[in-house]
C-alpha cells in the first residue's frame, strides 16, 4: 500500500524560506512534488526520475527537490518564496500508469 504524509507547510513572509517533508512507505522510480493553487489545476513543481531532477520554470533556481532513499523520505526546500508560491503542495508517487498522493500540506507566503 502507498503510503505519502506530507508536512512542514506554514505561513511565511515573502522571501522567507520553507522546507517540505514527504514520509513515504517506500521508495519509487518516480517522485516529486505538485501544487494546486486555488482556482488553479495542480501544476508539477519538481520531481525525481532515477537521479535526474526537474523543476517547473516557475520554481527553478528557488527550489530544490531531494531524497533520502534509506528513509523513504522526499524534501522540497523552498528559498525566496513568493505569494505567487501559495498552494497546497502535494507528494507524489508514480508507479506505472498510477499517481499516488498525499493529503497535502499548504504554503501561504503572504506579509
Known amino acids: 500500500q502507498v503510503q505519502l504524509v506530507e508536512s512542514g507547510g506554514s505561513l511565511v513572509q515573502p522571501g522567507g524560506s520553507l522546507r517540505l517533508s514527504c514520509a513515504a512507505s517506500?521508495?519509487?522510480?518516480?517522485m516529486g512534488w505538485y501544487r494546486q493553487a486555488p482556482g488553479k489545476q495542480r501544476e508539477l513543481v519538481a520531481t525525481f526520475t532515477r537521479d535526474t531532477t526537474s523543476y517547473a520554470s516557475s520554481v527553478k533556481g528557488r527550489f530544490t527537490i531531494s531524497r533520502d532513499n534509506a528513509k523513504n523520505m522526499v524534501y522540497l526546500q523552498m528559498n525566496s518564496l513568493k505569494p505567487e508560491d501559495t498552494a497546497v503542495y502535494y507528494c507524489?508517487?508514480?508507479?506505472?500508469?498510477?499517481?499516488?498522493w498525499g493529503q497535502g500540506t499548504q504554503v501561504t507566503v503572504s506579509s
Open positions: 517506500g521508495s519509487w522510480f518516480t
Open positions: 507524489n508517487a508514480r508507479i506505472g500508469a498510477t499517481m499516488y
